[in-house]
């Protein structure tokens, strides 16, 4: 199992853009990187999934440079909503998906 | 589209006793996933199933076993209750278990309390 490694806490003043950098030395060739959002007493929520380069969704981007031994999500213009736990986790195929200790985003108004 | 759904959303059960928590994944989803979330520990990975066989199991003592039938959905047990066991248990699902689709859908969880 590739293991990860995120800062264990963020600020960001609302409105400004966010990045998370997850760190995962040992990837191998048929990881993907995946990362989740948490609330609270709720279950993680998939945000974005990426192999290589760069990949956007609606709510984030995902950068991963060529050697991918690290990744880093970005979020634009964050609002308080976003204050959550952000997981990146690092899985190949048939193996089991395991979450690490999370970055604590903390949004300030 | 229903998304995961767990039962109980709450509950309370003495020391030594034994509990059973129940997962409905996702319509067509196969694969089944449990996770116990502590404070302290974070989110830990029990174990996961697919097509009715587990697949994968986490570091967790015997007392915690799971089953899926044939529908998919899924139960977990726990016996002989610690107060230790006390968490939330959060059941994810997946269409299947290849990596190009690990976005997992996760349900509301269960809060167990050990008294």
């Known amino acids: 199992l590739a293991k990860t490694t995120q800062p264990i806490s963020m600020d960001s003043y609302e409105g400004q853009e966010v990045n998370i950098t997850c760190s995962h030395n040992?990837?191998?060739?048929?990881?993907?990187i995946t990362w989740y959002q948490q609330f609270p007493s709720q279950g993680p929520r998939f945000i974005i999934q990426?192999?290589?380069t760069k990949v956007t969704n609606e709510v984030a981007s995902l950068f991963i440079p060529a050697d991918r031994k690290s990744s880093t999500l970005s979020l634009p213009r964050v609002s308080l909503s976003d204050t959550a736990v952000y997981y990146c986790?690092?899985?190949?195929?048939?193996?089991?998906?395991?979450f690490g200790t999370g970055t604590k985003l903390q949004v300030i108004p | 589209k229903a998304g995961v759904t767990q039962t109980p959303r709450y509950l309370i059960k003495t020391r030594g006793q034994q509990v059973t928590l129940s997962c409905s994944p996702i319509?067509?989803?196969?694969?089944v996933s449990w996770y116990q979330q502590t404070p302290g520990q974070g989110l830990q990975f029990l174990f996961e199933?697919?097509?009715?066989?587990?697949?994968n199991k986490g570091n967790f003592p015997g007392r915690f076993s799971g089953r899926q039938f044939s529908n998919s959905r899924s139960e977990m047990n726990v016996s002989t209750l610690e107060l230790g066991d006390s968490a939330l248990y959060l059941c994810?699902?997946?269409?299947?278990?290849?990596?190009?689709?690990?976005?997992?859908?996760f349900g509301q969880g269960t809060r167990l309390t050990v008294v």
């Open positions: 994810a699902s997946r269409p299947s278990a290849r990596t190009e689709n690990t976005e997992a859908f």
């Open positions: 986790l690092v899985a190949r195929s048939y193996q089991k998906v395991t």
């Open positions: 990426g192999y290589k």
């Open positions: 040992n990837i191998a060739t048929n990881d993907y």
């Open positions: 199933y697919f097509s009715e066989t587990q697949r």
């Open positions: 319509s067509g989803h196969r694969s």
